[in-house]
């Protein structure tokens, strides 16, 4: 079984003026999501700014995260590092934390061979119990998992379920999916093609769009299951146009400003990230504005 079917949110953390983690505001969002209807939380990823928590920030946010949401709807942590042995540290004590999956990043800058990824990723799922799901995003790892190897590691590690696919190569996707048989839950990593992957056999979104429209984003996933394939396209265009905007500059940039814009007050980035250009932002918030979203 999945660990969720529909529109995960790849959370934002948020952020007190002096940098250090927000943890009231991080329960107020959890509280938000939840009740807008996203089906699965995906805290401490790329999203998370992961990448500058300590580790004791990245385990804490990942605690109380599961505290907060308690059982309500799964909580799946990224606990990826290209450090194997970092990352079974992590992964274990997500699980102890009260984790109910575990998203797994490629390691990046090593640049493993696909025998290197499989390796990495058996030592992981053998030290866990949890289920796995990899996340296949070389834009940024400078590493590409191949749909065989995504099958191959779902086919023979037990809790290595799924992948969050953000190669933004639809057809890699449909050659995954053919090689699939049935053993992997494929997520779309990008917002501009969410009904195209579940055309294929997707399962939903992990979504940096849910963060501002969750709401919305788990009714594209929702109707397009439910047979609604119309329903579901027109949100998918409706939005396109806001998701180009939210992914302008490198993610999570627009995004957090997405969000202070709707008055949300999620604070800023942590260096190296810096805060958005102010056309890119002008451009942002005229997006936001032609979809409804209030910017205060």
Not at 108 to 124: P, R, S, V
Not at 134 to 139: A, K, M, Q, R
Request: proline share 4%; aromatic share 4%; charged share 20%.
């Amino acid at each position: 079984m999945a660990i969720f079917t529909g529109a995960g949110v790849a959370l934002i953390t948020p952020m007190n003026e002096d940098g250090s983690v927000n943890y009231s505001k991080l329960k107020e969002i959890l509280e938000y999501q939840i009740a807008h209807k996203t089906d699965a939380i995906i805290i401490c990823g790329t999203t998370g700014e992961a990448s500058t928590l300590s580790d004791e920030e990245h385990l804490e946010c990942i605690r109380y995260t599961c505290e907060v949401v308690n059982g309500r709807i799964p909580v799946i942590a990224g606990t990826g590092s290209n450090c194997t042995q970092s990352a079974i540290e992590l992964s274990k004590k997500a699980e102890e934390s009260g984790a109910d999956g575990l998203l797994l990043v490629t390691p990046y800058y090593n640049k493993a061979t696909q025998n290197g990824l499989k390796a990495h990723y058996k030592a992981i799922a053998e030290a866990v119990s949890i289920p796995i799901i990899l996340y296949n995003v070389p834009s940024r790892t400078g590493t590409k998992m191949t749909p065989q190897t995504v099958v191959d590691l779902c086919s023979e590690v037990p809790n290595i379920v799924g992948v969050k696919d953000a190669t933004g190569d639809i057809s890699e996707v449909a050659e995954l999916l053919s090689l699939a048989d049935g053993k992997v839950d494929l997520y779309s990593g990008n917002d501009d093609q969410i009904v195209p992957v579940l055309s294929l056999g997707g399962k939903g979104v992990i979504s940096v769009l849910s963060n501002i429209l969750p709401e919305e984003t788990h009714n594209m996933v929702e109707s397009y299951l439910q047979g609604d394939v119309e329903k579901s396209r027109e949100l998918q265009l409706q939005y396109f146009d806001l998701v180009k905007a939210l992914f302008c500059e490198v993610n999570p940039i627009p995004v957090k400003k997405a969000m202070n814009l709707m008055g949300m007050q999620v604070g800023g980035l942590r260096l190296p990230l810096t805060e958005m250009e102010e056309q890119n932002a002008a451009r942002l918030a005229e997006e936001m504005r032609k979809v409804g979203i209030e910017v205060k």
